[in-house]
């Protein structure tokens, strides 16, 4: 099955620098790469993704890249903000029937004010 | 958007007793349903994936008898935890995925075993 590694698990950066998370998966048959936002107590919630058609989106401060030969793709937050602190969370799947999500080990981002 | 409702939002049962967990999309038809765990600090760990109108398919390591799903209708999935102990206390969370939705997530239970 799919197994899915994210790093750092503990990221902490000033506000208005930039943060970046990584994460790798196995399973070249993946082609859906959402990243979730999770706040204690909470759901995940999606705050961008991906699939293997394409290789980096942007939203806002938020930006992912994908590469599929590497099998690994990136969160990018650039001017961080105090809200930002949570804990984030990448994942993959193959989509296009019910394909389950295999989320990654998760990372706790710090801004500092 | 879609709308998974999970209900209870928390609680906390005696150590033997069971627990039902349920899931209803409120504005579209889940034929799937995935069951997932997080203890603290933890990640989303599936348990299970339900299918409306069959058995439900068990992750490696997940005792079936003890967390029963059913999946008798395109609007309500349940998870029962049974003869809970201590160890089963965590944030449960279920999730469907449907059309352009995507991947829903209802707002977890926050389950304690005392």
């Known amino acids: 099955g799919e197994n899915v590694e994210q790093h750092p698990s503990t990221l902490s950066v000033q506000e208005g620098d930039s943060a970046v998370i990584k994460c790798t998966y196995s399973?070249?048959?993946?082609?859906?790469f959402p990243w979730y936002k999770q706040e204690l107590g909470k759901r995940p919630q999606l705050i961008i993704d991906?699939?293997?058609?394409?290789g980096e989106k942007k939203d806002q401060r938020i930006a992912v890249t994908l590469n599929k030969t590497a099998k690994h793709f990136s969160l990018h937050i650039t001017e961080t903000q105090p809200e930002d602190s949570a804990v984030y969370f990448c994942?993959?799947?193959?989509?296009?029937?019910?394909?389950?999500?295999?989320f990654g080990t998760g990372t706790r981002l710090t801004i500092i004010p | 958007g879609a709308v998974v409702s999970q209900h209870p939002s928390w609680v906390i049962c005696k150590s033997g007793t069971s627990v039902k967990i349920e899931c209803r999309s409120l504005?579209?038809?889940?034929?799937?349903m995935f069951w997932y765990r997080q203890f603290p600090k933890q990640s989303l760990m599936l348990m299970a994936t339900?299918?409306?109108?069959?058995?439900?398919?068990?992750e490696q390591g997940v005792e079936k008898d003890k967390f029963l799903i059913n999946h008798a209708s395109l609007t309500l999935s349940t998870l029962t935890v049974t003869s809970a102990h201590p160890e089963d206390s965590s944030f449960y969370i279920c999730?469907?995925?449907?059309?352009?939705?995507?991947?829903?997530f209802g707002s977890g239970t926050r389950l304690t075993v005392v």
């Open positions: 999730s469907t995925i449907g059309g352009h939705y995507g991947y829903t």
């Open positions: 991906i699939r293997s058609n394409v």
């Open positions: 339900s299918n409306e109108g069959s058995k439900a398919t068990y």
């Open positions: 994942a993959a799947s193959r989509s296009g029937g019910n394909e389950k999500l295999t």
């Open positions: 399973d070249s048959a993946s082609n859906y």
């Open positions: 504005d579209f038809q889940a034929t799937t």
